[in-house]
């Protein structure tokens, strides 16, 4: 087994999405996702405990929205990939998440409204948004305001229940699901 | 359709035209025009390159560009030969309008002119008049883009000798600097378009040496890059094929890759490329769901591969519960990869039996391998 494992992760948050090992590493490491992301990469995260839809999301993120890289094994990160972020620092690191994803709003109305403490070096949120499992995912990210919370609207959706992933730095990623009239 | 090629003849008694003896100039000329057209490959022979120097204008830096010495040859077999190292002047540039961090190329063509007249005329009549012609180069610029389409100048016929100077050749691109109205950079390749060096047109090279040597630059040369070399080599202790680096003798003394003649291959770094027929090639590992599972080094599993099979086996790796559950039990949901595309669909259902209610699905880890096999031809 490498010694090494590989990094999926949020280009705009830096949110780990998968990690995974390999016995055999290529000669020329990949320096981009595409490889092990295909036509887009697939998360379907445990929903929050007030998403009452029996619809399991299924967000289609493409590469272009994702970046790979690969540092030393800990079998931890392997496990549990998604309770991490990479710190992009010299040599990069994943690090485990400190806040809860109850940090994060968990009103399905829009409006929705972000937190103000994001980590200083990333101040970005990115929001996957899809009318169903089977739909295709909008992919959206902005700047987070630095001295208040940060709303984001999704009122130029056609009026429907969506399915919304949170991607803020310092919080888990989290699903909701979100009305919009 | 062309003309004969015409060889001059004379004989005893003869008047000779000035005609002829131009005809007895132009007739190896011509032949070696065609032989440049075609065993060669136009382009840049030696020199030609594009030395800067830094300059400064008040705070803002700039650098003058000089065009080196050195010999072309055109698509026509003409040579082009700038036998001195030529200042470029901007202001050719600036009549363009440039624009900055855009490359413009700089072309050169050849030219014929007459070389001054004879101080001592001695024929008939009091007329001086010029008795050779000077092949002198121009420089010129383009817009960004022009170089891309100078393989398709106008062909000369068999027949024909060297060019008037139409055919343009490319040494190189220049950066405008719009503060200091003078160049900013230099460069060999737009990203597009490449300066063109001479080659060789033949199907056939031989040596007479029983050493044949094929190098990315003179030996000796310093560069950003190692010169490489690849050598085919007769020997008493038998015959090698081997790439290397080239070392200032014109050797290889380090081979990264040797073949010898009885076929037996030596390489110092991986072998990776496609599944050779009869191999089976294996990658494991463990991998998170939603994710493409990663093949073989070297293996290609893109659409249209279908030169090889390949096998899939994934089960549940280390198990994480989802944060919040007290007594977590994971019941088995889906732990497979899609054939086509690799991808790994690895979920649980968690229950907590402290609070049982409805299960939590969430994503998983699997161990896996990919086996990548060819049919023996």
């Known amino acids: 087994m490498s010694s090494q494992m590989g990094i999926l992760y949020l280009a705009d948050t830096n949110h780990v999405v998968a990690a995974f090992t390999r016995a055999a590493e290529p000669a020329q490491v990949e320096t981009v996702p595409d490889s092990f992301v295909g036509a887009g990469y697939h998360i379907r995260p445990v929903p929050d405990s007030t998403v009452t839809s029996t619809d399991r999301a299924d967000f289609v993120v493409s590469a272009k929205n994702l970046k790979f890289t690969e540092v030393v094994l800990d079998p931890a990160i392997v496990a549990a990939p998604r309770s991490y972020y990479m710190d992009t620092g010299t040599p990069p690191s994943p690090q485990l998440i400190s806040n809860p994803a109850s940090g994060l709003p968990v009103s399905g109305a829009s409006p929705i409204t972000l937190p103000n403490d994001p980590i200083p070096s990333l101040p970005s949120y990115a929001l996957l948004v899809q009318l169903s499992s089977s739909s295709p995912t909008q992919y959206s990210s902005g700047p987070l305001n630095a001295s208040a919370n940060t709303t984001v609207y999704l009122s130029s959706l056609p009026p429907g229940t969506y399915h919304v992933l949170l991607c803020v730095p310092g919080y888990p990623l989290k699903w909701i699901d979100v009305s919009v009239s | ?377």
Not at chain 2, 19 to 41: C, I, K, Q, T
Not at chain 2, 242 to 248: C, D, I, P, T, Y
Not at chain 2, 313 to 326: F, I, K, R
Not at chain 2, 328 to 341: A, G, K, W
């Open chain 2, 1 to 377: 359709m062309g003309s004969f090629v015409a060889r001059p003849t004379f004989y005893e008694g003869e008047i000779l035209p000035a005609a002829d003896l131009v005809a007895s100039v132009n007739y190896p000329r011509g032949a070696l025009a065609r032989h440049e057209r075609y065993l060669h490959v136009w382009g840049i022979a030696s020199g030609l390159t594009l030395a800067t120097t830094s300059m400064t204008q008040g705070s803002t830096p700039y650098v003058q560009v000089t065009l080196k010495a050195g010999i072309a040859i055109d698509g026509s077999g003409r040579e082009l030969v700038v036998p001195t190292d030529t200042l470029l002047d901007p202001s050719g540039l600036a009549s363009f309008g440039p624009e900055e961090r855009v490359w413009y190329p700089v072309f050169i063509n050849g030219v014929d002119q007459s070389a001054p007249a004879t101080s001592n005329p001695t024929g008939c009549g009091n007329v001086s008049q010029s008795t050779s012609t000077q092949e002198t180069c121009t420089v010129s610029y383009g817009m960004p883009g022009s170089a891309q389409d100078l393989a398709e100048q106008a062909a000369s016929n068999y027949s024909d000798g060297a060019g008037s100077g139409s055919w343009t050749v490319l040494v190189g691109f220049v950066e405008w600097s719009s503060a200091a109205q003078q160049f900013s950079g230099v460069a060999y390749t737009d990203g597009t378009t490449s300066v063109q060096y001479a080659g060789a047109a033949a199907s056939e090279v031989v040596s007479q040496n029983g050493s044949l040597l094929l190098a990315t630059h003179p030996a000796g040369t310093t560069g950003a890059n190692p010169v490489m070399g690849l050598q085919i080599q007769e020997t008493s202790k038998g015959s090698t094929l081997l790439f290397g680096q080239l070392n200032s003798a014109g050797n290889i003394t380090v081979a990264l890759l040797k073949v010898s003649s009885s076929g037996d291959l030596t390489v110092t770094g991986q072998i990776s490329g496609a599944v050779a027929p009869g191999s089976v090639q294996v990658q494991s590992g463990i991998a998170y769901d939603g994710m493409t599972l990663p093949p073989p080094p070297g293996v290609n599993l893109s659409a249209g591969n279908s030169a090889v099979q390949t096998h899939v086996s994934v089960h549940y790796d280390n198990l994480v519960p989802p944060p919040g559950l007290t007594i977590p039990v994971p019941i088995p949901l889906e732990c497979r990869v899609d054939e086509s595309t690799l991808q790994v669909h690895c979920q649980l259902q968690w229950f907590d039996l402290k609070n049982p209610s409805t299960p939590i699905i969430a994503p998983a880890s699997c161990d896996y391998m990919v086996i990548v096999s060819a049919p023996a031809s």
